[in-house]
C-alpha cells in the first residue's frame, strides 16, 4: 500500500471510528464516506497537494456534513496555511463546542488553536493553550514539540533546551545532538551580547583623561569577557553532549580563533569538517582558507577541498571553492575539470556550478564559450547564495535554522 493510499485509509477510519449520534450528525448516515463525496475527494486532493481544491472540497464537506469533525480540523488547519489565522481559530474553537468529544479529540483540537494563535503572532496566548493542554497530559508530545517550536521562534534556547529534556523524558528517549544543537545556539547568543557590548563600549582618544569615559570602556570588556566565558561554558557543554556538535565545533573555532589560538581554532574546524557534511564544508573553508593564508599554509586548502569531496562528491559549493582556488592560481583546466558535469546535481546546485563555469571560462579567455553558456543562465543569483528548501527563502550566509519557515538544515 503506497503512502498517499495508507494516509487515506487512516483518515476514513478516524471518521469511521467517531461513530455518529449527538453532535456528529446523528441520523443522517455516514454521507462522509460516500462514493463520490466531497470529503473523500478533499483528502485525495490534499494528499496530491492540491490546496485550493481540498479547500474548497473540505469546506464542501462541512457544509454538507456539520457532523465531520475530521473535515473541520483538516478546513481549518488549510485556512491557517494560507495565512487566514482569524478564519482558523474560529473554526477550531467552534469544534471545542461539539458534545461527546473524546479527551484526545479535544486534546487535538487545543493544539490546532494553539498553532492558529501562533502562526498569528499571539504566542503568549499560544502558550497558555499549550500551558493547559500539559496540565491535564504532561506526556503530550505533540503540545511540547509546538512549545519548543515556539521558544525557538523566540530564540529562547534556554527554555528550548530545558522543554527538549522534558520532552525526552516523557518519550523515554535521548536526543543528546539535539540537546547539543541548543547549547550551541546559547553560545551564538552568548557571542552576539559580547559583539554588542564591544561594539556600544565608548570610544578612547588619544591619552584621554576623561575617568568616566575610561570605566565605562573598562565595564563594557568586563561584560564582553563575561559573555564569551557564558559561551564557552555553553559549548562545553553541547561537545560533551555531542562531540560532532558542527555548531559548537564551529563557533570554538571562533572563540580560539578571537583569542589567537590558531592551532586551537584549526583543530576544531578541521574535526567540524571531517565530522559534517556539505553544511560544515560551506562554513569552515573560508575560515580555514583565511587562517591557513594567514599562518602562511594556504597551499593546504586543496587537499582540505579534495579530502572533503571524496566524501561528499555531491557537495557543489567545496567543488566551486576549489575551482575557486586553481582559478586564482591560473589552473584554468584543473578549475573547470573539478567542477564536473552540473547534470548530476540538484537545480540549486546546477545554477551555482555553471556561473562557476562562465566565470572560469571567461578567465581562462575563453569568451565566446563563457558567453553562450551566461545567455541559458540570465537571472541567476550570486555565486554564494542560499535558498530553502523548505520555502525557499534566500540568505547569504548560512544558517541551521530557516529564519522565514523555522524548518532546520534546508539550506543544503
Given at each position: 500500500?503506497s503512502?498517499?493510499t ?6 476514513i ?6 461513530g ?24 485525495e ?17 462541512v ?12 478546513l ?20 471545542l ?5 473524546t ?33 491535564q497530559?504532561?506526556r ?15 530564540g ?40 554588542r ?10 591619552r584621554?583623561?576623561?575617568?568616566d569615559v ?7 570588556d ?23 556538535c558542527a555548531q ?11 583569542a589567537?589560538?590558531?592551532g ?24 580555514l ?16 577541498y ?12 567545496a567543488?566551486?571553492?576549489?575551482s ?7 589552473e584554468?583546466?584543473?578549475?573547470l ?16 556550478l ?14 565566446a564559450?563563457a558567453?553562450?553558456?551566461?545567455l541559458e543562465l ?30 532546520w538544515?534546508t539550506?543544503?
Open positions: 500500500m503512502r498517499p495508507r494516509l487515506l485509509a487512516r483518515a477510519g478516524r471518521v469511521r471510528s467517531r455518529r449520534g449527538p453532535g456528529r450528525g446523528g441520523g443522517r448516515g455516514d454521507i462522509s464516506l460516500a462514493p463520490g463525496g466531497p470529503y473523500l475527494a478533499a483528502v486532493a490534499d494528499l496530491r497537494g492540491e490546496e485550493d481544491s481540498a479547500l474548497d472540497l473540505f469546506s464542501k464537506a457544509r454538507e456534513d456539520p457532523g465531520n469533525l475530521d473535515a473541520a480540523i483538516r481549518g488547519r488549510l485556512l491557517r496555511v494560507r495565512g487566514e489565522h482569524d478564519r482558523a481559530y474560529r473554526l477550531h474553537r467552534n469544534q463546542t461539539r458534545r461527546a468529544l479527551r484526545e479529540e479535544r486534546e487535538a483540537i487545543r493544539l490546532d488553536l494553539a498553532r492558529d494563535l501562533a502562526a498569528a503572532g499571539r504566542r503568549d496566548e499560544a502558550f497558555e493553550v499549550i500551558d493547559g493542554i500539559l496540565a497530559n504532561r503530550d508530545l505533540a503540545a511540547r514539540s509546538l512549545r519548543i517550536e515556539l521558544f525557538e521562534d523566540l529562547r534556547w534556554d527554555e528550548a533546551f530545558d522543554e527538549l529534556k522534558a520532552q525526552q523524558r516523557a518519550a523515554g528517549r535521548g536526543d543528546r545532538p539535539a540537546l547539543a544543537r541548543y547549547q550551541a545556539m546559547l553560545a551564538r547568543r552568548c557571542l552576539d551580547r559580547a559583539e557590548a564591544k561594539s556600544n563600549a565608548p570610544e578612547l582618544h588619544g584621554s583623561s576623561d575617568l575610561k570605566a565605562a570602556a573598562r565595564a563594557a568586563d561584560r564582553a569577557d563575561k559573555h564569551r566565558t557564558d559561551a564557552k561554558a555553553h559549548l562545553k557543554r553541547a561537545l560533551k553532549l555531542d562531540g560532532g559548537a565545533l564551529l563557533w570554538a573555532g571562533e572563540l580560539a580563533s578571537a589567537g589560538d590558531t586551537r581554532a584549526e583543530k576544531h574546524w578541521r574535526k567540524a569538517l571531517e565530522l559534517g557534511g556539505r553544511r560544515e564544508g560551506f562554513t569552515v573553508f573560508k575560515r582558507e583565511r587562517l591557513l593564508f594567514e599562518v602562511g599554509r594556504y597551499g593546504e586548502m586543496a587537499a582540505l579534495r579530502d572533503h569531496i571524496g566524501r561528499h562528491p555531491d557537495d557543489a559549493r567543488r566551486i571553492a576549489l575557486s582556488y586553481y582559478r586564482r592560481r591560473g584554468f583546466k584543473e578549475a575539470a573539478v567542477l564536473g558535469a552540473s547534470n548530476d546535481f540538484d537545480r540549486q546546485s546546477r545554477r551555482l555553471d556561473v562557476a563555469r562562465i566565470r572560469s571560462l571567461a578567465e581562462a579567455g575563453r569568451g564559450e558567453a553562450s553558456e551566461a540570465l537571472g541567476v543569483g550570486p555565486e554564494g547564495s542560499l535558498e530553502c528548501a523548505e520555502c525557499g527563502f534566500s540568505i547569504d550566509d548560512p544558517r541551521w535554522r530557516c529564519p522565514e519557515c523555522g524548518r538544515s539550506f543544503f
